[in-house]
């Protein structure tokens, strides 16, 4: 049995789509980040970065205690070697798919959230900000299209890399895209989408989080756009 603590959000949806897809057994412990949940000493004792998403696997490989993993990228790396499945063996294949893995992480997931923040969410509205993370998101959708012109997913068959990717292209609209755009990435999304496994882990968004639509009351921004290393020292404190 594997815990997945869990929010209804792009990073969210990458382990709830892997373990679908595996079908592997897993419990959801949703945590609640318009909350503040992230920050109860339960969740930071397995995520030390206060940001879902986390597993605690409680067999792993090999037997012994049960082994937590953070970061999505980690945790889909972790899953994949777990169960053998959506990585490539050959070593190729398997270092396309953690490349693909590692751009997502480094590069598509951190400028869309900002792309998101400055254009969705921030009440000050920059366009310097909202200029430069709407163009570097279309240049990375550049990327990824002509990564996919000539393969049907981006290390060659479906991966983990695709998993990790896919969340933040499906929302393409609030990410001020045009998906016309990109006809090869457009083709990919909708093979996506009709999977089973996909769309069952998305089923779980209305189930966790009916009210789902993003970052809206006053207090919600404060506790997660108000963020500093004090923040982490109370959560530190409270925990002692
Ligand atoms: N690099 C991290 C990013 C995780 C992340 O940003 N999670 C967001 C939700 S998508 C979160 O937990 N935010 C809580 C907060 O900002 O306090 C990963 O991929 O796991």
């Known amino acids: 049995m594997i815990d997945v603590h869990y929010w209804t959000t792009p990073n969210g949806h990458k382990i709830t789509i892997f373990l679908e897809e595996a079908g592997l057994q897993y419990k959801l412990f949703p945590v609640n980040i318009g909350k503040g949940e992230q920050f109860k000493a339960e969740f930071l004792a397995i995520s030390p970065n206060n940001r879902i998403p986390a597993i605690i696997d409680h067999e792993p490989a090999g037997g012994g205690k049960p082994?937590?993993?953070?970061?999505?990228?980690?945790?889909?790396?972790?899953?994949?070697?777990?169960t053998g499945k959506f990585i490539a063996k050959d070593l190729r294949g398997r270092t396309a798919t953690i490349e693909w893995l590692f751009w997502q992480m480094g590069n598509l997931g951190p400028m869309a959230g900002q792309n998101n923040h400055f254009s969705n969410y921030a009440v000050e509205k920059l366009q310097y900000a909202m200029d430069r993370y709407r163009n570097e998101v279309n240049r990375l959708y550049g990327v990824m299209n002509k990564r996919l012109a000539d393969r049907p997913y981006l290390a060659g068959d479906y991966s983990i890399a695709d998993m990790a990717c896919y969340p933040w292209v499906a929302i393409w609209e609030r990410q001020h895209q045009n998906i016309e755009d990109f006809p090869h990435i457009k083709r990919w999304l909708a093979a996506i989408k009709a999977r089973p496994a996909v769309i069952k882990a998305y089923e779980w968004t209305p189930k966790i989080n009916p009210g789902h639509g993003g970052v809206r009351t006053a207090e919600e921004r404060a506790i997660l756009f108000g963020q500093t290393s004090q923040s982490v020292a109370a959560a530190a404190q409270r925990a002692q």
């Open 67 to 82: 082994i937590s993993v953070f970061e999505s990228g980690a945790i889909l790396l972790y899953l994949a070697d777990k």
